[in-house]
């Protein structure tokens, strides 16, 4: 189990690799629900891939600030008692570009609706008509 303090649009690149034992589960919570799930409460997950055999890599984006647990659990249909694995994670703010893409693609795209209107009205205001026959 790993503990992560996040604050909120950042990447998590975590790698995790099997080293001895069989299959595992990966589950990504935030701190109300890993106290749940260390309660054995009824819980949610940011994240669950289940029956991992031998390396599983995932990117998540962090919606808000917090803490996050990476929780790396053995098969409970093993009999195998452990499971080792080596987890690698890498903490990055998102870019520029990938924080406000969606942002720079909404204002093109209005700009060019207002491109347009100008020139339509600039038409009809010349000619009379938007649209000329001749």
């Avoid at 093109?108 to 026959?133: E, H, N």
Wanted: charged content about 25%.
């Amino acid at each position: 189990m790993g503990m992560l303090s996040r604050s909120n649009n950042q990447k998590m690149n975590i790698t995790v690799t099997l080293l001895n034992g069989s299959k595992f589960d990966l589950l990504l919570m935030d701190q109300e629900n890993f106290q749940k799930y260390k309660n054995d409460e009824s819980h949610s997950f940011e994240f669950k891939k289940d029956g991992i055999q031998e390396k599983f890599s995932m990117v998540f984006t962090s919606l808000y600030k917090g803490l996050y647990y990476v929780v790396v659990e053995r098969d409970k249909s093993l009999i195998a008692k452990t499971v080792t694995v080596n987890v690698f994670i890498e903490v990055k703010d998102k870019t520029f570009w990938e924080t406000y893409r969606g942002l720079i693609f909404t204002l093109i795209f209005l700009s060019v609706v207002i491109a347009l209107l100008v020139f339509a009205y600039r038409q009809k205001k010349s000619s009379g008509t938007i649209f000329s026959s001749r």
